[in-house]
């Protein structure tokens, strides 16, 4: 079982590897739904400014 860990000496380079492989898998997806909730509330901002003016323009 410590051979398998040990990697035959390249267990640093092995499981540094999958560990910013998870990581990176990891963040990922947090960072997506973060920068969709902030697009999706720039489109609400845009589509509000937008009825305003529109119902400015009426009046």
Do not use: N
Request: proline share 2%; aromatic share 10%.
């Amino acid at each position: 079982m410590a051979e398998f860990f040990d990697m035959g000496g390249y267990a640093l380079y092995v499981w540094g590897s999958f560990g910013a492989t998870a990581l990176c898998m990891i963040a990922e997806p947090l960072l997506l739904r973060g920068r969709s909730q902030q697009i999706r509330r720039r489109i609400a901002r845009m589509v509000r400014l937008e009825q305003e003016v529109k119902h400015e323009g009426q009046a």
